[in-house]
């Protein structure tokens, strides 16, 4: 389910293997997040890639050399339309259908029930001897709630309205969050708005998207291949911060509470640049909303005409009962194996729910093919098959980051070489029997 960048890796590495597949796109095009005609598509105008090329394509399908290291959301476009017309994966695509329920029935089969998305015409129920989810996890908006906000006279929106800078010129607006949305809209207001407020409830690690004239991830890549310990390479990246952007607690930014590689990266080099020329006001977190104004923790009142909340997404898959995923309470939380494995349903894999210190695609196209190896291995060797379902009974929970904070932000942290390396062994094993 889902044609965005997981759903046409899972399409295309399963019908490689030999299987007849059938994928439900509520849009009307493929590219998920990445095709911003989508009505839930979460990117702005100026969106690029925070991962760098290398780090994002697709293992079989690299993206053109003449690109740059971080390509703007209209190529990611292309190069999905490409994918998918390179592989012909759109012949089994069934465009503006929306999945409505997917059930477990006996031997291991699925009922999945689709619509027309927007609830026109009928349902229909079709059987599958298994099912991929790869439905995103970025484009249900997560909201904090504030007393007072509802009495609040200025605008609110979440970021996922926000598309287009001319959204803030001349206003005075308030962006509250510092993920990598949230950073990029603080730095486009600071250039569009009359005043720019960006409210962070912890300090974080700002990190440049070049470090010795290579996109940042590229340097750290190298380091991982090179097996430098953790402890090494956060030494290495804390002097790099310190030579280059210094000490943020100087313009008023909080402290940061954890060590660099401990939550999810903030790549934005023009964020501390702003701050830097006073163009963005860090201020800590709201503490309430009034009719005209809004009430900081440390008692500071600021008035902008626009909030505009960059506090994230939240998974949704009310499709499936939440237990089938494991998620007990029914946060939206799937307690899985390698991020992707349920310990009761073989047959079922979520691919992409990942949050990687990297690109998804090549996660979600490794996610794809051990599935794909392990539906093959059902049929001819039932016994690994068996010992594999064993081992994601085993390993549910486990994590793969040494991420520290526990905030929906980071429930689905993945350190990406940790995490290869896993689905690699994973892989090994199906294969080898060992
Ligand atoms: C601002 C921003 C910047 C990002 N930058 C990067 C980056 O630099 N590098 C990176 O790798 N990732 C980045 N991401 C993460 C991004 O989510 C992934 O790149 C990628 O979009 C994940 O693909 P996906 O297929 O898992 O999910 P999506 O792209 O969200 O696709 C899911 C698809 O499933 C469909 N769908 C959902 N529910 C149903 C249903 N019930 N029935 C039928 N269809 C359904 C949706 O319509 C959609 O087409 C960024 C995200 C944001 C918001």
């Known amino acids: ?75 990611l476009l292309s190069y999905f339309e490409r994918y998918a017309d390179h592989f012909d994966l759109r012949r089994h ?149 310190r030579l280059t952007v210094g000490d943020l607690t100087r313009f008023g930014l909080p402290k940061p509470d954890h060590r660099v590689y401990e939550t999810h990266p903030i790549a934005n080099s023009q964020l501390v640049y702003y701050v830097g020329h006073g163009e963005i006001s860090p201020v800590p977190e709201l503490a309430r909303f009034h009719d005209r104004s809004v009430e900081l923790t440390d008692g500071r009142e600021i008035d902008p005409e626009l909030v505009i909340f960059a506090t994230g997404y939240l998974p949704r898959f009310e499709f499936l009962e939440a237990k089938v995923l494991g998620d007990d309470e029914g946060v939206g939380r799937p307690r899985l194996w390698l991020n992707e494995f349920t310990a009761g349903h073989p047959t079922l894999a979520v691919v992409g729910l990942v949050q990687p210190d990297s690109g998804v695609f090549t996660i979600s196209h490794w996610q794809s093919v051990l599935f794909a190896r392990l539906l093959r291995l059902r049929a001819t060797r039932p016994d690994r098959a068996a010992a594999f379902a064993k081992k994601v009974a085993a390993g549910v929970g486990e994590r793969y980051s040494g991420a520290v904070k526990d905030s929906t932000r980071h429930w689905f942290e993945v350190g990406h070489a940790d995490y290869l390396r896993a689905v690699q062994r994973a892989l090994d094993e199906l294969e080898g029997g060992r």
């Open 93 to 241: 695509i069934w465009f503006g259908t929306e999945v409505v329920r997917v059930e477990p029935v006996e031997g291991d089969r699925w009922d999945v029930t689709t619509r027309s998305t927007g609830g026109y015409g009928p349902e229909r129920t079709s059987r599958y001897a298994a099912v991929v989810v790869a439905n995103g996890h970025n484009w249900s908006p997560k909201l904090p709630r504030y007393e007072g906000l509802e009495g609040f006279r200025g605008e609110v929106m979440h970021a996922s309205s926000y598309k287009d800078p001319a959204q803030l010129r001349g206003k005075r607006v308030l962006v509250v969050g510092a993920g990598n949305t949230g950073c990029d809209i603080a730095v486009e207001a600071a250039q569009q708005a009359s005043r720019c407020w960006h409210s962070t409830r912890r300090g974080y690690w700002y990190a440049p998207k070049y470090v010795l004239g290579r996109p940042a991830d590229q340097v750290n890549d190298s380091l991982l291949a090179l097996r430098v310990p953790l402890r090494v390479r956060q030494w290495l990246y804390h002097w790099t911060l």
């Open 1 to 75: 389910m889902g044609a965005g960048a997981s759903g046409l890796t899972a399409v295309k590495n399963l019908a490689e293997h030999g299987f007849g597949v059938d994928c439900y796109e509520r849009e009307t095009g493929v590219g998920g997040a990445w095709n911003w005609r989508h009505d839930r598509s979460p990117v702005y105008a100026s969106t690029h890639l925070i991962s760098s090329r290398p780090f994002t394509q697709f293992p079989d399908f690299p993206m053109p050399d003449d690109w740059p290291d971080y390509p703007h959301h209209s190529q």
